[in-house]
């Protein structure tokens, strides 16, 4: 909805909706993101076909690049499949925040099209409460997949040596996701279907998720590639990942992480709230 499209009334409910949902106290926010959360994790239990993309994503991605690419990657690793599995493990750690800030913009967008969002809009709770509990109860999964991520990847001959640089990839991974579903929240509030949000999705993703050192070295690559691997997030957290649970540097990949989650947070959780307050 345009500027030029805002009839006087509509203007003046959405400078209400901010107006009332600025006033709400911090407290009563966090009791409205607790509530939510819960609604969101009851409609889980009565519908545990949600949860198939977080148990499937991580064991179908493992078993395939492991017995499929393993062989042939791992010898330019200079080893065999089992140095293909300490090498994809933690880059498919990266991946599963990406795979689940998809998901949330198509939910969200199922949610407002299903008339789900209009009737929290109508209620008076603050409007930041909604996209955060989404996000909150998506990092929930985001941390399952990785629990079965991790468990595949035992299984598979991955060896963990550093349990606190597991955990802090864990926590790394989790940083960056929730700021990839900011993107994909503004995607689900500006976007007429849950198809359009996956389609972008898709194209947004695939680009970023097979040009980066995600599933093998970016050496071999083209030039032109090799400096836009340079430059995608992914890669940099697959990297840190990969240096904090089987060793390597770690440093500069930490912060290119940690700046890209900072920046993607602060320019769209305000656009993603904002749209969320004035879409009709």
Known sequence: MTAATLTPDSKADSKADF???????????????????????????????SMFDAILFPVIFTLLFVYVFGGSIGQ????????????????????????????????????????????????PI???????????????????????????????????????????AV????????????????????MKSAQSVQAMGFLVLMPLQFGSSIFAPTQSMPGWLQKFTDYNPLSALADTARGLMVGGPVTHDLWVTLGWSAALTAV?????????RTKS
Request: hydrophobic share 55%.
């Open 19 to 49: 107006t009332a949902d600025a006033r709400i106290p911090l407290r009563a926010h966090l009791r409205h993101t607790g509530a939510l959360v819960r609604r969101n994790l009851l409609w889980i239990r009565q519908d545990p076909e």
């Open 76 to 123: 330019s690793l200079g080893g065999g499949q089992e140095a293909y599995v300490q090498y994809v493990v933690p880059g498919l750690m990266a991946m599963m925040g990406m795979n689940m800030a998809q998901g949330v913009g198509t939910g969200f967008n199922q949610d407002f099209n299903t008339g789900v969002m209009d009737r929290f809009r109508s209620l």
């Open 126 to 168: 603050g409007r930041g409460s909604v996209l955060f509990a989404k996000i909150a109860v998506e990092l929930m999964r985001m941390l399952f997949a990785t629990t079965v991520l991790m468990v595949v990847g035992v299984l598979v001959g991955f060896d963990i040596t550093n349990w606190p640089g597991l955990f802090a």
């Open 171 to 190: 926590a790394l991974s989790t940083v960056f996701g929730s700021a990839l579903m900011w993107v994909f929240l503004t995607l689900g509030v500006i």
């Open 268 to 276: 769209m959780a305000p656009i993603a709230i904002h749209k969320f």
